[in-house]
């Protein structure tokens, strides 16, 4: 993270207002942001996959949310997500 921004593929800023939790020992953090296109305050899950089968189950756990979103409220809703290298 630069400045407070986070970039991903080059074309989507988020605009960082609060870092949630960050954990080095699963490579995750969770941060409450605005999105610069929608100016909507969003939940961003960024997650390091330390290799191949950790991205492929990181992959499934988005499948697993986006299935379920439609059965709850509580449940978030995935807008979009972004790989990258050999994830």
Do not use: W
Request: net charge positive.
């Amino acid at each position: 993270m630069k400045n407070n921004m986070l970039r991903y593929n080059n074309d989507c800023l988020y605009l960082v207002k609060k870092t949630i939790y960050e954990s080095g020992e699963n490579n995750t953090a969770f941060y409450k942001a605005i999105d610069n296109r929608t100016k909507r305050i969003v939940g961003i899950k960024e997650i390091v996959a330390p290799d191949k089968r950790s991205a492929e189950e990181y992959k499934k756990e988005i499948n697993m949310l986006i299935k379920l979103e439609k059965y709850s409220r509580n449940i978030p809703v995935l807008y979009d997500y972004y790989t990258s290298g050999n994830a």
